[in-house]
């Protein structure tokens, strides 16, 4: 009872029960499947073109796919189509923000790259935390260079700035963790230590002088 007609009922003039004028039914038993009818994405032909699903241009159903031209599974959200499947070529997901490089997509690894986002989250470089292979540069007031201070996060070199952290005295270059320890009273190489308490101070021999004439 779709007003859609299959097999030939009759050939006269007066109506038949049960019979129509319009031809081209291609299931009478549904009335969902007539020409005409909305073609949607359930594998048949309910229009009765010939044509199935994303074959058929009058195709009504589907969804957006999006076409993935690096081919990384992350598609341009510019660039849909509307299909029951997506085709060679197109995914689901819409989120990549470069489409022509397949290292960039959610997820990917944001690295230090001249202000690119690697991971398409809207932050570039040390901007995304999530930053990999960035420098954690500390103040190297007396250029001895080893730092102190809070550390700066960049992805190239500051002057003025070292990564090595330690410096118990930025403000005496002679004072590091790689300066030789002295016998002046002073802790320069930073290890908490000074003088004969630190192990790695460099003594002087001393001589007995008996009779105090300052020569031993």
Request: charged share 25%; net charge negative; with cysteine.
């Amino acid at each position: 009872n779709d007003t859609w007609g299959g097999a030939v009922a009759g050939v006269q003039c007066a109506p038949i029960a049960g019979a129509v004028l319009q031809g081209g039914d291609c299931n009478d038993a549904s009335s969902t499947f007539h020409p005409g009818a909305p073609e949607t994405c359930s594998g048949f032909d309910e229009d009765c073109d010939g044509l199935v699903d994303d074959a058929d241009p009058d195709m009504t159903g589907g969804s957006n796919v999006y076409a993935d031209s690096d081919h990384d599974g992350f598609g341009d959200v510019n660039a849909a189509i509307l299909r029951c499947a997506p085709p060679a070529g197109y995914v689901v997901d819409a989120t990549d923000c470069d489409d022509t490089d397949p290292a960039i997509h959610p997820g990917a690894p944001e690295i230090c790259n001249a202000n690119v986002d690697d991971d398409c989250d809207g932050l570039a470089d040390t901007a995304d935390s999530s930053v990999v292979g960035a420098l954690f540069l500390f103040a190297d007031v007396d250029g001895d260079g080893w730092g102190d201070g809070p550390a700066t996060r960049s992805c190239t070199p500051i002057a003025g700035r070292v990564t090595t952290f330690g410096d118990c005295d930025d403000n005496d270059r002679n004072v590091s963790p790689s300066a030789p320890e002295l016998c002046n009273g002073l802790d320069e190489d930073c290890d908490g230590l000074t003088d004969d308490v630190d192990p790695d101070a460099q003594p002087r021999d001393w001589f007995q002088d008996l009779d105090s004439d300052g020569y031993g």
